[in-house]
């Protein structure tokens, strides 16, 4: 009872307002009707190799190192948005939000497999040193487990399995070919972690050309990982890439 005369008094006092607008919204929602509108879902049928609806998919189902990447959102509109802000101003209420998305499709597309650990893509020090947080770690660390069906419930949560070593270039500033390059041993598994015969699930914020999460996935198989499965929050429609849309990939 006093918990929710607490919320009250705090929800006139700090009424709740729309993630990417600012408007005032009812108590419990995130975001207004008229962004949710402009928010582009990936809807099924999808596809298992790139993440997007099999109507956006152009990557003639280029097998990878890992299982399938899952998402609730396109890296387009109020989610690209929303994510820079998770990137560069480390908003925690962003980032219960897209974690509360990506719950509820982790759930629907890997219902069934027992993970046996959560973790992230990790940063470079320096990146961490300069923003204070890994934003792919923020989100890992929200995913909430389902008591229904035991998913995330008993998971070994490590987001420092992997270390990332600093590269050449920024891979926001490149194309698919470039990404592939220049990510390309910059991660090692961390002394004295062990993945053999793991199950994992691998998180990230945004899943562009797949090269990050491919080198990540090829480390933990050389240590003897089973199995790899991802889940980020939104990926790049494969089409925006292939016209060319960079401006889609910042």
Request: hydrophobic share 35%; charged share 25%.
């Amino acid at each position: 009872m006093k918990n929710n005369i607490s919320e009250n008094i705090l929800s006139i006092l700090f009424p709740p307002r729309c993630l990417y607008c600012g408007k005032r919204v009812e108590v419990g929602l995130d975001i207004c009707d008229e962004c949710e509108r402009k928010l582009n879902r990936i809807s099924p049928p999808y596809c298992l190799c790139c993440g997007t609806s099999l109507d956006d998919c152009t990557c003639r189902k280029q097998a990878h190192a890992y299982g399938e990447v899952v998402a609730p959102f396109y890296y387009e509109g109020p989610v690209r948005e929303l994510l820079l802000q998770l990137k560069y101003g480390g908003k925690e209420d962003i980032a219960r939000y897209l974690a509360g998305e990506m719950t509820k499709v982790i759930r629907e597309r890997f219902f069934g497999i027992r993970f046996d650990l959560l973790t992230c893509v990790p940063t470079t020090a320096d990146r961490i040193d300069s923003r204070g947080y890994n934003q792919a770690q923020s989100l890992a660390e929200l995913l909430a487990p389902d008591p229904q069906t035991g998913l995330l419930e008993k998971v070994e949560r490590d987001y420092y399995v992997l270390k990332k070593h600093p590269t050449g270039k920024m891979q926001h500033f490149l194309g698919a070919s470039g990404r592939r390059a220049n990510i390309r041993n910059a991660f090692s598994l961390r002394p004295g972690r062990s993945v053999e015969g793991k199950t994992i699930l691998l998180v990230d914020d945004i899943v562009t050309t797949g090269a990050t999460a491919e080198e990540c996935t090829e480390i933990l198989r050389l240590n003897g990982a089973r199995q790899v499965e991802v889940a980020c929050a939104a990926v790049t429609r494969t089409k925006a890439l292939q016209n060319g849309r960079k401006d889609l990939l910042f």
